[in-house]
């Protein structure tokens, strides 16, 4: 047996492994075949055997790709056709999922007394433990469609009325006003829980601890006037740019971490106010369920709020660069 010989014996037999056995022989002889043509071509030209039987498998290429493509048998995970589909499907779980199993960890740690730090890792081990379960499950079952040739929720063809509504970009004059009306409201209801009381039962019995007067409270208003200037900033120049994201992120910070530590200390809420409004519960009980969930609602609303600007100022500067 020749060197050609034994290359090309060697090349057909390894393109032949994954082809099934009811083709595995013609789909060979048309290879050889097809590769004894290109030697002689190249010899013809005046390349010497082995060289030439060499520059044919080398064009070739992987003798596995080349058997993928005589038999449709695809090389990759998730194709175009289901990809799209995929991906919208993964994020959208992971946004629904992954909140939901960080809130429902976070309530039974603190239900069972567990200390801050052990709430928080269990919290994020849960997150990332339900973030590798969403994607692995979702993966799988699109697999599974794609190589049983099942059809997704694909709508059709593409056609212009599935374009998304355009974006507001968030720097507009109704927005600014938005952001200092909330801003302003939320300073009321600070100041009606302290001199008045959320429920009109129990006047003068406030949600927030007493203890955040005077120097908690005024620097959360200290935070939420310079949260309004910078809504005013954002109007101005008329866009979100990465320096005013930032800007927002470190008073989302400014808000979000000194909250929760409050929060863990027990020195945020009033530890009176549901013993007093809800007869006969166990205030213990009832103060860590609501700890939880406005733990949950603070954390929630930074993420979010930082990301939105985050994602607004990105989309500045891709539209400024192009």
Same mark, same amino acid.
């Given at each position: 047996?020749?060197?050609?010989?034994?290359?090309?014996?060697?090349?057909?037999?390894?393109?032949?492994?994954?082809?099934?056995?009811?083709?595995?022989?013609?789909?060979? *002889?048309?290879?050889?075949?097809?590769?004894?043509?290109?030697?002689?071509?190249?010899?013809?030209?005046?390349?010497?055997?082995?060289?030439?039987?060499?520059?044919?498998?080398?064009?070739?290429?992987?003798?596995?790709?080349?058997? +993928?493509?005589?038999?449709?048998?695809?090389? %990759?995970?998730?194709?175009?056709?289901?990809?799209?589909?995929?991906?919208?499907?993964?994020?959208?779980?992971? /946004?629904?999922?992954?909140?939901? #199993?960080?809130?429902?960890?976070?309530? @039974?740690?603190?239900?069972?007394?567990?200390?801050?730090?052990?709430?928080?890792?269990?919290?994020?081990?849960?997150?990332?433990?339900?973030?590798? %379960?969403?994607?692995?499950?979702?993966?799988?079952?699109?697999?599974?469609?794609?190589?049983?040739? &099942?059809?997704?929720?694909? #709508?059709?063809?593409?056609?212009?009325?599935?374009?998304?509504?355009?974006?507001?970009?968030? +720097? @507009?004059? @109704?927005?600014?006003?938005?952001?200092?009306?909330?801003?302003?409201?939320?300073?009321?209801?600070?100041?009606?829980? &302290?001199?008045?009381?959320?429920?009109?039962?129990?006047?003068?019995?406030?949600?927030?601890?007493?203890?955040?007067?005077?120097?908690?409270?005024?620097?959360?208003?200290?935070?939420?006037?310079?949260?309004?200037?910078?809504?005013?900033?954002?109007?101005?120049? =008329?866009? /979100?740019?990465?320096?005013?994201?930032?800007?927002?992120?470190?008073?989302?910070?400014?808000?979000?971490?000194?909250?929760?530590?409050?929060?863990?200390?027990?020195?945020?809420?009033?530890?009176?106010?549901?013993?007093?409004?809800?007869?006969?519960?166990?205030?213990?009980?009832?103060?860590?369920?609501?700890? +939880?969930?406005? =733990?949950?609602?603070?954390? *929630?609303?930074?993420?979010?709020?930082?990301?939105?600007?985050?994602?607004?100022?990105?989309?500045?500067?891709?539209?400024?660069? #192009?």
């Amino acid at each position: 047996m020749t060197t050609t010989e034994t290359l090309t014996d060697r090349y057909v037999d390894a393109a032949m492994r994954t082809v099934p056995d009811d083709q595995r022989s013609d789909l060979a *002889a048309e290879l050889r075949g097809s590769i004894d043509d290109q030697i002689e071509a190249r010899i013809a030209e005046g390349a010497a055997p082995d060289d030439a039987e060499r520059a044919v498998l080398t064009d070739l290429g992987d003798p596995d790709v080349l058997a +993928a493509g005589y038999t449709g048998r695809q090389l %990759h995970l998730i194709g175009p056709r289901y990809y799209l589909d995929w991906w919208r499907l993964l994020k959208l779980l992971l /946004w629904i999922v992954l909140p939901c #199993a960080a809130f429902g960890v976070a309530l @039974g740690q603190i239900l069972s007394g567990a200390t801050v730090g052990e709430t928080i890792g269990s919290a994020v081990v849960a997150v990332l433990t339900a973030a590798l %379960h969403v994607a692995f499950w979702t993966t799988l079952v699109f697999v599974v469609l794609e190589r049983t040739g &099942h059809e997704t929720m694909d #709508a059709g063809p593409w056609t212009p009325d599935r374009l998304p509504e355009p974006r507001q970009r968030g +720097a @507009g004059l @109704g927005d600014m006003i938005a952001s200092i009306a909330f801003l302003l409201i939320m300073a009321g209801v600070v100041l009606w829980d &302290h001199f008045i009381g959320l429920v009109p039962t129990e006047p003068g019995l406030p949600f927030l601890a007493e203890g955040l007067w005077p120097w908690w409270i005024l620097a959360l208003f200290v935070v939420m006037a310079l949260e309004a200037v910078l809504a005013i900033a954002v109007y101005g120049v =008329g866009r /979100w740019t990465w320096p005013l994201a930032v800007a927002n992120g470190i008073l989302n910070l400014l808000i979000a971490v000194p909250a929760l530590w409050l929060l863990g200390t027990g020195r945020l809420i009033n530890p009176e106010f549901f013993p007093t409004i809800i007869e006969g519960s166990d205030g213990p009980v009832v103060q860590n369920i609501i700890a +939880a969930i406005v =733990g949950f609602v603070i954390v *929630a609303v930074a993420i979010w709020d930082t990301t939105d600007a985050a994602l607004k100022a990105a989309r500045t500067a891709r539209a400024t660069r #192009a």
